[in-house]
């Protein structure tokens, strides 16, 4: 699956268009006013006519012990539960959807973000895979953002079978103005079923009103079981916090979560 390049530590669900049953393949929102036209926009890349053979369309439900986004707390470190859309077109093309809600404190299960994305890759005579396109997030007032709580993003990339790298750049990242972001990703699979994962990653100011530089990184283990996949990461952020503004979470803590495809 291509799709959601920056939503941290997500599992992923593919499978050919067509099929009766989805098949699991092994890979890793808010109110606002623009929420209708993103959803509608969401809606028309998974029905752009009849999806060809070669097309990948995906579903899966995850639950997660907290929402880290590159290594910090968006959910005020609460547990979320989370339904993930994807589809990838024989000709490159993909788009995804994810949508949250967080078990709130006293206030039971609450909408908390919405993110939507769309690129398109290709793969090289390198063997390498060229990535590039856009995301948007929005979150509510449940992730303990202070002021800004969306932000667009242009990101292009290159990955491997093992090593992966990206950079992007955003013009109003959750209201602090101009950031670029990079993130250099290593992945490997001892057994069919397990997949480790360790990433770093930094988010540098360009604008506006922010300071210092803030970095990220996180150690994951994957283990998949036909549509059952079982998750494990440490997330770490350092640096900065204006970014974000976001009321504190620990700087390291451990992630738990357990995904269902669809």
């Not at 959910?75 to 809600?101: C, K, M, T, W």
């Amino acid at each position: 699956m291509h799709a959601r390049p920056w939503v941290e530590w997500r599992a992923g669900v593919t499978a050919p268009a067509g099929l009766p049953a989805l098949q699991a393949r092994s890979r890793a929102g808010s109110s606002s006013p623009g929420r209708a036209l993103r959803l509608t926009f969401a809606a028309s890349i998974f029905c752009i006519g009849a999806a060809p053979a070669e097309a990948q369309v995906g579903a899966a439900i995850s639950v997660f012990s907290d929402y880290r986004f590159r290594g910090n707390s968006l959910s005020e470190s609460r547990p979320v539960a989370i339904l993930d859309l994807s589809y990838d077109a024989s000709n490159g093309l993909y788009g995804a959807a994810s949508g949250s809600v967080v078990a709130a404190r006293g206030e039971g299960l609450r909408t908390l973000g919405l993110v939507l994305n769309a690129g398109y890759a290709k793969q090289l005579k390198s063997g390498l895979t060229i990535d590039m396109g856009a995301v948007h997030s929005s979150y509510s007032a449940y992730s303990g953002l202070d002021s800004g709580r969306s932000y667009t993003e242009l990101y292009a990339g290159l990955r491997g079978k093992i090593v992966s790298a990206r950079v992007g750049v955003s013009p109003d990242y959750f209201g602090s103005g101009w950031t670029a972001y990079s993130e250099v990703t290593g992945q490997l699979s001892p057994t069919r079923n397990l997949r480790l994962e360790a990433a770093v990653g930094t988010l540098v100011p360009l604008s506006g009103n922010q300071g210092e530089l803030e970095g990220n990184g996180r150690l994951g283990i994957d283990w998949r079981s036909g549509r059952v996949s079982l998750h494990a990461a440490i997330a770490a952020r350092g640096g900065g916090r204006n970014a974000y503004a976001a009321r504190r979470s620990s700087r390291a803590t451990a992630v738990l979560g357990v995904s269902y495809a669809l």
